[in-house]
């Protein structure tokens, strides 16, 4: 099984930037996608970003394109989403899985959903 482990979530004010961290673990067999989810309170959890296996594509919601950045460290294992000009609508338990390259952006993941890292944005 795929244990799945997300930090660097906190408290900022709005415009201000925050890195989140996310490290897969557990038996795990060959290439995949990871990616990054979200959850607002009161809301369904969303996707947000997703890269794939070499790193070379990277895939955002339209929410967050042009604010956020996905990465992946050249061990695989790990992954990075850097967020800029956070807004409050941003707010919400931020998630990380593993998956299909195509179908991790539908939400299809292979992975245990780990405790995720809050993020929250004053206004």
């Known amino acids: 099984q795929v244990q799945l482990a997300e930090s660097g979530g906190g408290l900022v004010q709005a415009g201000g930037s925050l890195r989140l961290s996310c490290a897969a673990s557990?038996?795990?067999?060959?290439?995949?996608?990871m990616g990054w989810f979200r959850q607002a309170p009161g809301k369904e959890r969303e996707f947000v970003a997703a890269i794939s296996w070499s790193g070379g594509s990277t895939y955002y919601a339209d929410s967050v394109k042009g604010r956020f950045t996905m990465s992946r460290t050249s061990a695989k294992n790990t992954v990075y989403l850097q967020m800029n000009s956070l807004k409050p609508e941003d707010t919400a338990v931020y998630y990380c899985n593993i998956g299909d390259n195509k179908l991790i952006r539908v939400g299809v993941t292979f992975g245990s959903w780990g405790q995720g890292t809050q993020v929250t944005v004053s206004s």
């Open positions: 557990g038996r795990i067999f060959g290439s995949y996608a």
